[in-house]
């Protein structure tokens, strides 16, 4: 038996948190599962990547410079060669694989800003090189959203088309790829794989609240309005933190990405208060320890929303996308959720006393929904391996929500 050689590929080590979660969770089973397996990475953040996780990593993209912008005419010369040298990189890294993994992470969608030649034109190349040399491309408990921009459209439209294996973190994420084209009659949904992650034990310290922000912009079609519809969003949060601070509460300032920091350090001026502190996170677990310890958590970024509710804290989300909605619905928490868009600090302060009060039975419904994702997902790790490792894999049929 030939050792089955797996890649990892995706914005990994770039300062994403949920990225890297994803990541931690599919390296848990390969781990677990397939311990012979070799295993690197084609990714954002190589050197981080190697230093925390303990495998090879190759720079995702030749151009140093590729998600930095270039009006300069020698700069954007070198992100035009670098779109040529990617396909050779990209190929010769896929074909040394039988395997690669693409874990978890919205790489099917643009609810944020998007530009077609940056990541979906990487996974593009991913996929397209795994059908030319026979390597299996799998992109596992991923997001999707359909979208209008017709160059990303295509590119994501014909990457999930060429990949071997394909399963959603949301009924929402599959109907978005059958809406853009895509025959996902034999597609699964499963949980996001930050579910399969080890959670702290519930330490709640009495009168602090976790708000969790975002360097939010809008979406790939809110371009336009993009400065204002991040002063809307950063004025209503700031109000809400500091209705907090007025009734004594003690505020602890949660991020998901390097770039969210503005966002606290204009929250910490604004309201200029002993009881507002910004929590510093490196991981995933870190983001888990900190809302394990809270009252309550109120957040926006997706995979805060994931590490409050998967600590089993109740949790209010600010929006801005369907794949946080369909999240705190399957998690029992529909009712509370307010638009990242629109924040409101009066209706947002209404929405947070009405989580306080019902906190008991909330944190009783996290812990049954938790234990069902957990399950599920062991189900997906399941269907990965009989997919995936055939002269490994087990004998029982994959089981999974079809």
């Known amino acids: 038996m030939t050792q089955v050689r797996v890649g990892v590929f995706g914005l990994l080590g770039s300062g994403n948190l949920g990225n890297d979660g994803s990541l931690e969770a599919v390296l848990g089973y390969l781990r677990t599962e397939h311990p012979d397996a070799p295993v690197d990475a084609l990714c954002g953040g190589p050197d981080v990547v190697t230093a925390r996780y303990g495998i090879p990593a190759t720079r995702l993209h030749w151009n140093r410079g590729e998600y930095r912008t270039a009006s300069r005419a020698g700069a954007l010369a070198t992100k035009g060669l670098g779109?040529?040298?990617?396909?050779a990189r990209t190929a010769a890294w896929v074909r040394r694989h039988d395997v690669v993994?693409?874990?978890?992470?919205?790489?099917?969608?643009a609810t944020l800003p998007l530009r077609p030649w940056g990541f979906p034109y990487s996974l593009f190349l991913l996929c397209a090189s795994g059908r030319l040399f026979g390597t299996k491309v799998a992109l596992v408990s991923v997001g999707a959203a359909e979208i209008r921009v017709r160059p990303t459209r295509v590119l994501v439209r014909w990457a999930a088309r060429l990949a071997a294996y394909r399963s959603y973190r949301d009924a929402q994420s599959r109907d978005a790829m059958r809406a853009m084209g895509v025959n996902t009659a034999r597609d699964a949904v499963y949980p996001d794989l930050a579910f399969a992650l080890p959670?702290?034990?519930?330490?709640?310290?009495?009168?602090t609240v976790c708000v969790g922000v975002m360097d939010f912009h809008?979406?790939?079609?809110?371009?336009?309005?993009?400065?204002?519809?991040?002063?809307?969003y950063l004025d209503g949060t700031t109000r809400f933190v500091r209705r907090l601070v007025e009734d004594g509460r003690r505020v602890r300032l949660l991020t998901g990405d390097d770039c969210d920091v503005t966002v606290?350090?204009?929250?910490i001026d604004a309201v200029d208060s002993p009881l507002v502190t910004a929590a510093e996170t490196a991981s995933?677990?870190?983001?888990?320890?900190?809302?394990?310890?809270?009252?309550?958590?109120?957040?926006?970024?997706?995979?805060?929303?994931?590490?409050?509710?998967?600590?089993?804290?109740p949790t209010l989300a600010l929006t801005y996308a369907a794949k946080s909605d369909a999240l705190m619905e399957r998690m029992g928490l529909g009712a509370y959720c307010h638009p990242a868009r629109e924040v409101d600090a009066d209706r947002l302060i209404e929405q947070f006393r009405d989580l306080e009060k019902h906190s008991a039975e909330l944190r009783q419904t996290l812990a049954e929904r938790n234990r069902a994702a957990a399950q599920h997902l062991t189900h997906q790790?399941?269907?990965?391996?009989?997919?995936?490792?055939?002269?490994t894999g087990r004998t029982h049929a994959p089981r999974g929500n079809r």
């Open 83 to 87: 779109k040529l040298v990617d396909v």
């Open 284 to 313: 995933l677990a870190d983001l888990m320890k900190e809302t394990a310890s809270a009252d309550t958590v109120v957040a926006t970024r997706y995979h805060n929303l994931i590490c409050a509710l998967k600590s089993g804290t």
């Open 218 to 232: 809008g979406g790939n079609d809110d371009r336009a309005r993009a400065e204002e519809i991040h002063r809307r």
């Open 381 to 391: 790790f399941n269907a990965l391996t009989d997919a995936l490792f055939p002269a």
């Open 199 to 207: 959670a702290p034990a519930a330490t709640p310290n009495e009168g």
């Open 264 to 267: 606290v350090e204009a929250i």
């Open 101 to 109: 993994i693409v874990p978890g992470m919205g790489v099917l969608e």
